[in-house]
């Protein structure tokens, strides 16, 4: 009996997926194995939404391989000292993982690499499994190690060949091997998360994504932006988590047409922010480019913010959302982040990880990158622009119809009136008044 082990990550899914494929080509027996990592656990404790997925997500993972013979392998503990401890077990040949970009999938994978080694144990790393496109796959002309820019990013993205999906195994033989019971997300999270939470994993995913393909996909162009429409998909955790496979998604996407195609280009900014923090590494923390004058510190605003009483309802309406649900459409996210950073003057890195603490899609590539481009220290080319939250409620919530379901204590106001509630004389203990100052007030 030959073994190979799976070594599931934020590849949580048997359809199209490259490290569960090799492994079941190469070997008649598989482990498909999860390790709930104590590092990665004491960090993500403050993220009660993600867990919750995750716990959903790995519960329809499993159920997914019992359909078809096999289980999955659960442990707790560091993952090189698990990975290790079954490949000796078993005597595995080999380790199977989807290739990440993050700085905790870099040490993992040195850890697991020079860990496996002693064992006589190879470590193959798939490309192109958390995203459409190798992060290392496309490089500019002119050398460097990463497109800074977007748009020719995106056209040599288009240009590129990319894999057809995997099917998924029809059956699998898994060795009889230990494995702990999941855990509640209660006992992993430090605290509660959003009321109106939605959990799944790729079961629930593929649904989603055919119901989004059968029609809904065709006016993302024109919905998209509009936070009341409720015109996105909703695939997003579904990505982050790899239940879907972004080049599924993208495959099955139909280009020709112009909802499809934004809807395209929305996973292309996906891959070309993971490709910038697969070359730069050290900018989920730090500037990619300086910023332009120092941060603020100012802890009022800051509440205020966070708890979405900033006296503009479209604001305020994003950010109670984000609490509620744990989810935020594009737009509101962009207006928040401009708000806060622009406007405010507060550290980029504070929003980011007010975000990461709640949205259930906190993706460290996207967030961090989507944050600094607001914030001007990304790669953003209009690094000066600032949305003005009553300009941007006259183009995207003209009815007020986001604002009026989020900041209900409002909803009394007519039309788009609820914008600017101080006209409308609301007392202070109902609704604050603004806390800065806009044109068009």
Not at 170 to 198: F, K, N, Q, W, Y
Not at 268 to 281: E, G, K
Not at 309 to 337: C, E, F, K, N
Request: net charge neutral; with cysteine; charged share 25%.
């Amino acid at each position: 009996m030959t073994v190979s082990i799976v070594l599931f990550t934020r590849d949580l899914r048997v359809h199209d997926n490259p490290a569960l494929s090799a492994a079941c080509r190469e070997a008649t027996a598989v482990v498909p194995l999860f390790v709930l990592d104590v590092d990665l656990l004491a960090k993500v404790r403050e993220a009660p939404n993600r867990l919750r997925f995750l716990i959903a997500a790995l519960h329809e993972l499993d159920d997914a391989l019992r359909a078809r013979g096999g289980r999955l392998i659960l442990r707790h503990g560091r993952v090189a000292d698990e990975v290790e401890r079954v490949a000796r077990e078993l005597g595995a040949h080999t380790v199977h993982v989807a290739g990440d970009v993050t700085g905790y999938s870099r040490v993992r994978e040195g850890r697991l690499r020079e860990r496996l080694s002693r064992t006589g144990c190879r470590l193959l790393v798939h490309a192109a499994s958390i995203t459409a496109v190798d992060p290392h796959g496309i490089r500019p002309d002119t050398g460097r190690g990463h497109y800074a820019v977007f748009t020719p990013y995106f056209r040599r993205w288009l240009e590129t060949p990319m894999r057809s999906p995997l099917p998924a195994p029809a059956t699998l033989s898994v060795p009889r091997l230990r494995s702990v019971t999941l855990p509640d997300a209660a006992e992993l999270s430090a605290g509660p998360g959003s009321p109106e939470l939605s959990v799944g994993g790729e079961t629930t995913g593929r649904k989603l994504l055919e119901h989004w393909l059968s029609g809904p996909v065709t006016g993302y162009a024109d919905t998209k932006d509009v936070p009341a429409a409720d015109g996105t998909s909703g695939l997003s955790p579904y990505l982050h988590f790899g239940c879907l496979s972004a080049a599924e998604v993208v495959s099955r996407t139909d280009a020709s047409d112009t909802g499809g195609l934004a809807f395209i280009r929305q996973l292309a900014w996906r891959d070309f922010y993971h490709q910038v923090l697969a070359d730069r590494p050290e900018i989920a923390e730090s500037d990619y480019r300086p910023a332009a004058e120092p941060w603020r510190a100012d802890p009022h605003a800051v509440d205020a913010w966070i708890t979405g009483r900033t006296g503009y309802p479209l604001v305020d309406a994003g950010l109670r959302q984000l609490l509620a649900q744990g989810v935020m459409p594009g737009r509101s996210r962009l207006i928040a982040a401009s708000f806060l950073v622009k406007t405010l003057r507060v550290d980029w890195r504070v929003g980011a990880r007010h975000f990461e603490h709640w949205l259930v899609d906190g993706d460290v590539a996207n967030n961090r990158l989507n944050w600094q481009w607001m914030a001007g220290t990304g790669t953003d080319t209009r690094s000066s622009r600032v949305l003005n939250p009553l300009r941007q409620a006259e183009r995207f919530d003209p009815d007020g119809d986001y604002a009026r379901r989020w900041v209900p204590e409002l909803a009394h106001l007519p039309g788009a009136e609820i914008h600017r509630p101080w006209r409308a004389g609301v007392p202070a203990a109902d609704y604050p008044p603004p806390i800065v100052e806009f044109n068009g007030m």
